[in-house]
T-cell receptor, first 113, second 111 residues
Framework: DGGITQSPKYLFRKEGQNVTLSCEQN?????MYWYRQDPGQGLRLIYY???????QKGDIAEGYSVSREKKESFPLTVTSAQKNPTAFYLC????????????FGQGTRLTVV | SQQGEEDPQALSIQEGENATMNCSYK?????LQWYRQNSGRGLVHLIL?????REKHSGRLRVTLDTSKKSSSLLITASRAADTASYFC???????????FGAGTRLFVKA
């Protein structure tokens, strides 16, 4: 089955630690995205990638880093520099850039303890 | 912020009634999309309407777009309890790559 997979579903992190969220897609999509969602809020764009080996900062990139070494994979690292990392993180992909249907993973809920 | 805004923030209706949600945005767009999110899950694409279209239907969904007013509406007819979810509009601004999501409307359909 084609789709986009995020792991883990739940993640707990101690303050001061970096943590990496996984996102894999087998849809052969060029574009991939990371969004952050806080309770009762919409989605805010963290990073996006239009093509392998290229990525751009979104609206709230501070304290986050990404890589796009393979077309299928777009991992997000939440660094210790992110002041308020507890949130729901969503990864998405689309055939091309903005304006095409986006397919979302099921999300990773990160909690800092 | 370029973020669109949905209205109302929350909506509670009885099963069988129609639900209407509105979305306003700020600058010219290429197209507008509506997504649905069940609690704690990812978003699911519902419908895309292009800037040169005025109305689009998909099953019980009807979407309208008024580019002169920079607004869109999503109508769900004959709602069901299973329609309970949050609904987001997403805009793709002319000349931009990013898709910008609004804050969403929470719909609760009572059985």
């Amino acid at each position: 089955d084609g789709g986009i997979t995020q792991s883990p579903k739940y993640l707990f992190r101690k303050e001061g630690q970096n943590v990496t969220l996984s996102c894999e897609q087998n849809l052969n999509h060029d574009a991939m995205y990371w969004y952050r969602q806080d309770p009762g809020q919409g989605l805010r764009l963290i990073y996006y990638s239009q093509i392998v080996n290229d990525f751009q900062k979104g609206d709230i990139a501070e304290g986050y880093s990404v890589s796009r070494e393979k077309k299928e994979s777009f991992p997000l690292t939440v660094t210790s520099a992110q002041k308020n990392p507890t949130a729901f993180y969503l990864c998405a992909s689309s055939i091309t850039g903005g304006g095409t249907e986006a397919f979302f993973g099921q999300g990773t809920r990160l909690t800092v303890v | 912020s370029q973020q669109g805004e949905e209205d109302p923030q929350a909506l509670s209706i009885q099963e069988g009634e129609n639900a209407t949600m509105n979305c306003s945005y700020k600058t010219s767009i290429n197209n507008l999309q509506w997504y649905r999110q069940n609690s704690g899950r990812g978003l699911v694409h519902l419908i895309l309407i292009r800037s040169n279209e005025r109305e689009k239907h998909s099953g019980r969904l009807r979407v309208t777009l008024d580019t002169s007013k920079k607004s869109s509406s999503l109508l769900i007819t004959a709602s069901r309890a299973a329609d309970t979810a949050s609904y987001f509009c997403a805009t793709d601004y002319t000349g931009g790559f990013k898709t910008i999501f609004g804050a969403g409307t929470r719909l609760f359909v009572k059985a």
